[in-house]
């Protein structure tokens, strides 16, 4: 009989040996599924994250479906900045936020706050998922990165160029300073959370990270990044940093102390292979091959599952989240294909 410290996913992570590649999809609690759509036809999105068996019924459905090698907390990388003062709104055009956080006293107004206090509800979510995985799947939980978030809150929602956060980069960079930290701070305890409630990994989300020039990522994102990172060392639970966008920041990132790097699908796996020979990868198929014929779905997975045969270990994934309209029959065969391929 299997444990769950024997889960291929886990193993991958750290770099032992399986005879098979494991997978899990970004977002694969969502949209695309219809028991998804069934939930939140009763429950808002806001409502679905704060109710922790609605919460674990979403976790659950895609691992019921498909059979994917590793569970996601379902919930949102906004989720802890409502208890720090900053209330996100979920709607159909993303989300919202009342009022941006730009000067000063917005910024000092923040408060860094108990997670177990403002976000129980997270923790709760996790004890029933895990009771309903028992030893058979691993459960990753997850944050977004400081700088990720603050774009969220400086820009009051999502941006394409993110005129206000690099406004307050380039004339201002004490005050991004300032904010970064009391982010990074609720971060760490909120994964802290997490892992105490029982989750078997963590992710740490930098969806944003790719918009800074390499030396502006070195002195803002990547000492915080470092710092929650760090935090969990000793925790036992393997760390995966997924940066959107990382091909011009490798150099950078491979200085970080984490066991698995995630790769967006610009880069060839076999390039990020070489340049990152001490790390286990995860990715990096473009969420739209799901969008194209089957054969190309199944060519271009095991072309993926074949390149990491060479990584220190690999977990097959997307390179970005699975989007809405993303045929079932699709996921089907990319899980099929992956699961069935033999090292």
């Excluded at 997978?23 to 694969?28: E, N, T, Y």
């Excluded at 004490?174 to 029982?198: F, H, N, R, S, W």
């Excluded at 045969?309 to 989240?321: C, M, R, S, W």
Aim: hydrophobic letters at 40%; a negative charge.
């Amino acid at each position: 009989m299997s444990t769950l410290h024997d889960s291929i996913f886990l193993k991958n992570l750290r770099g032992e040996p399986t005879d098979r590649t494991p997978i899990w999809v970004m977002r694969q609690a969502g949209r695309y599924l219809p028991e998804y759509m069934a939930v939140r036809k009763k429950l808002s999105f806001n409502e679905l994250c704060r109710t922790p068996e609605a919460a674990c019924e979403v976790t659950m459905q895609p691992i019921r479906r498909f059979g994917f090698d590793a569970a996601i907390l379902f919930s949102d990388i906004l989720v802890p900045l409502e208890p720090m003062g900053a209330p996100f709104h979920f709607g159909d055009g993303g989300p919202k936020l009342q009022r941006p956080i730009r000067s000063e006293d917005d910024i000092r107004n923040l408060n860094v706050t108990e997670a177990r206090e403002g976000t129980g509800y997270v923790a709760e979510a996790i004890k029933l998922i895990k009771g309903e995985l028992g030893d058979k799947t691993p459960l990753i939980g997850f944050a977004g990165s400081p700088f990720t978030l603050a774009t969220y809150l400086i820009e009051g929602g999502g941006s394409k160029n993110y005129e206000n956060l690099k406004t307050m980069l380039y004339s201002r960079p004490e005050l991004l300073d300032e904010l970064m930290d009391k982010l990074t701070d609720q971060i760490i305890d909120y994964l802290a959370m997490q892992v105490e409630a029982g989750v078997d990994a963590i992710q740490l989300f930098d969806t944003w990270g790719g918009i800074l020039h390499p030396q502006d990522f070195d002195k803002v994102i990547l000492p915080r990044v470092r710092r929650i990172l760090d935090s969990l060392a000793d925790s036992g639970v393997p760390r995966i940093y997924f940066l959107k966008g990382n091909a011009p920041f490798l150099e950078s990132v491979k200085t970080l102390d984490v066991e698995a790097l995630g790769m967006d699908w610009t880069m060839d796996l076999s390039d990020g292979i070489k340049k990152l020979p001490n790390y286990s990868l995860q990715g990096n198929l473009d969420p739209l091959v799901l969008y194209g014929d089957h054969d190309q779905i199944r060519s271009r997975a095991l072309e993926i599952c074949r390149k990491g045969t060479e990584a220190k270990g690999h977990v097959f994934n997307l390179g970005h989240g699975i989007l809405p309209k993303a045929p079932i029959a699709a996921v089907e065969t990319l899980v099929e294909t992956v699961q069935g391929f033999r090292r």
